[in-house]
């Protein structure tokens, strides 16, 4: 008998350890984990006269939240000096899906979020589809165009790193099957991306990131569709996980607007990212030397107006820049 429960204590100890290490947890620094997230360019009556108006739609926030996190804006315009000011403040950067140009305060914090992991902090980064297509750039590759993958959800086809990935490595068995399945809860929503022929041709972008899958767009184009950095917490992917659970516009006459898989399995697989990248900026030991600084950074001190049915809701304002 008490052989029998030391062998069942030890199995559930394991299973509790794979687990543990599947979500990407080490040594926690922090419970309130802050996130970095790039504003865009928008023009928007709401910013009145400013000639910095910028915006971040609000399920970004939200995915981040949903698992702990706070999220602070780093302004498009950002400059060098300004974005390394923030750095040692966040615990991990979310860059979202859009359509403007990489900035260039993404380089400085991409090369920042480099030196940090090389020497031995854990600082995560994340990239949604446009965030993706950054990474990509930022990582020495160019971007292709011409994808007919709007507004559709498509299969990942799993690469064989996939299974061992970090990334996916925590993901329930059949949520990891619904992603490669005709029914994918992966939506897409971009033009421009990357094909694996050409991903595999640029050497840098080659040695930085692993390919973990692909999906073919309407006219059976394919394009790489997830990746993971081999020796950094870097993760991208073309397609929107945060759209499952908050981005709920309809027209006019109540339809949805988008084609956004809402299903509950769709729901958890956002959530198991959320709860994935938020886990990995919980090591970061970076912190808010000021607490009336980081009080004002918080995005809950910027205005967020209703933007359907595009995005439900967005933050913006000409003034993320105000609080650097």
């Not at 009556?45 to 602070?72: L, M, P, W």
């Not at 930022?138 to 061992?164: C, I, K, Q, W, Y």
């Not at 990212?273 to 950074?297: C, G, N, V, W």
């Amino acid at each position: 008998g008490r052989a029998f429960l030391a062998l069942m204590a030890a199995a559930w100890v394991a299973v509790a350890l794979a687990g543990w290490v599947a979500v990407g947890v080490g040594a926690v620094a922090t419970e309130r984990p802050v996130i970095g997230v790039f504003a865009q360019p928008k023009t928007s009556d709401y910013c009145g006269n400013s000639t910095s108006c910028q915006y971040i739609a609000a399920s970004y926030i939200k995915f981040v939240e949903s698992h702990g996190g706070r999220a602070v804006p780093i302004d498009y315009y950002a400059t060098d000096d300004e974005v390394e000011a923030l750095f040692g403040s966040v615990n991990g950067m979310l860059i979202p899906g859009g359509g403007s140009a990489v900035s260039s305060g993404a380089y400085k914090a991409y090369a920042l979020a480099k030196e940090a992991n090389d020497a031995g902090e854990t600082f995560p980064i994340l990239g949604i589809c446009m965030g993706f297509e950054w990474l990509l750039q930022l990582a020495g590759g160019a971007l292709d165009t011409g994808f007919d993958s709007e507004n559709v959800s498509l299969p990942l086809n799993m690469t064989e790193a996939a299974a061992t990935s970090r990334f996916f490595s925590g993901l329930d068995s059949s949520l990891y099957e619904l992603l490669q399945s005709p029914e994918s809860t992966a939506f897409n929503n971009h033009m421009a991306g990357i094909t694996p022929e050409h991903f595999d041709g640029y050497t840098d972008l080659a040695d930085t990131f692993t390919v973990l899958s692909t999906s073919a767009d309407r006219n059976g184009v394919e394009f790489v569709s997830t990746m993971e950095a081999k020796d950094y917490p870097f993760y991208g992917t073309q397609w929107h996980p945060e759209k499952n659970v908050w981005e709920l516009g309809e027209t006019a006459t109540g339809l949805p607007y988008e084609n956004i898989p809402h299903t509950a399995d769709a729901i958890d697989i956002t959530l198991y990212i959320s709860k994935f990248f938020m886990a990995q900026a919980r090591e970061s030991t970076h912190s808010f030397a000021d607490p009336a600084k980081e009080q004002s950074s918080i995005m809950w001190q910027f205005p967020v107006y209703f933007t359907g049915p595009e995005f439900v809701q967005s933050y913006i304002t000409g003034d993320f820049g105000l609080y650097l």
